[in-house]
Antibody, heavy 122, light 108 residues
Framework: QLQLQESGPGLVKPSETLSLTCTVSSGSISRGSYYWGWIRQPPGKGLEWIGIIDYYGSTFYSPSLKSRVTMSIDTSKKQISLNLSSVTAAETAVYYC??????????????WGRGTTVTVSS | EIVLTQSPGTLSLSPGERVTLSCRAS???????LAWYQQKPGQAPRLLIY???SRATGIPDRFSGSGSGTDFTLTIGRLEPEDFAVYYC?????????FGQGTKVEIK
């Protein structure tokens, strides 16, 4: 069964760049009809869509984060990366990696990683 | 960007009760683009409903989704103890997506 595992520094300083990696196991990263996404959740708050990427490297970002977000994919390593620049304390959150199914009748995140907590603090 | 507004914010209910959660979109959403998730404390969200009304694999049939356009509903037929959680709707359209702010279903 497909599994996703997020990894990266748990602590990032304000104004610096947050960098996370999602590793895909027990499944293919290169199949069509899927995107790979990042979603975050500040403590005690709701879910926020960050962006998605397909295995060609085509990306779609949240308009509110677009100027600071970069996502990339390495199909040989089966990894998806997230870079978020100029972070502030308000971006302290659990960051999730998830697979988005993309069919004619179905656009939903069907597999999720367990999430990784990132704290932005000096 | 489409804004999803969920109501109510919190529901206090007893096991066995029927639950109806609302998700209203700021503009029309294709049904294929509307999903519902359940999240329990300390866990990642779990997909319940996709395409507005199709149950995800392994989801009990007490969960059902309906709606179209700007108004969508998640119904839980009879609340089981494991159903007390936060529920989110989500849409994906115009190459970006958004989540609703969530509805918490708590034990009365």
């Amino acid at each position: 069964q497909l599994q996703l595992q997020e990894s990266g520094p748990g602590l990032v300083k304000p104004s610096e760049t947050l960098s996370l990696t999602c590793t895909v196991s027990s499944g293919s990263i290169s199949r069509g009809s899927y995107y790979w996404g990042w979603i975050r959740q500040p403590p005690g708050k709701g879910l926020e869509w960050i962006g998605i990427i397909d295995y060609y490297g085509s990306t779609f970002y949240s308009p509110s984060l677009k100027s600071r977000v970069t996502m990339s994919i390495d199909t040989s390593k089966k990894q998806i990366s997230l870079n978020l620049s100029s972070v502030t304390a308000a971006e302290t959150a659990v960051y999730y990696c998830a697979r988005l199914r993309y069919n004619w009748n179905d656009r939903a995140f069907d597999v999720w990683g367990r999430g990784t907590t990132v704290t932005v603090s000096s | 960007e489409i804004v999803l507004t969920q109501s109510p914010g919190t529901l206090s209910l007893s096991p066995g009760e029927r639950v109806t959660l609302s998700c209203r979109a700021s503009q029309s959403v294709s049904s294929s683009n509307l999903a519902w998730y359940q999240q329990k404390p300390g866990q990642a969200p779990r997909l319940l409903i996709y395409g507005a009304s199709s149950r995800a694999t392994g989801i009990p049939d007490r969960f059902s989704g309906s709606g179209s356009g700007t108004d969508f509903t998640l119904t839980i037929g009879r609340l089981e103890p494991e159903d007390f959680a936060v529920y989110y709707c989500q849409q994906f359209g115009s190459s970006t997506g958004t989540f609703g702010q969530g509805t918490k279903v708590e034990i009365k």
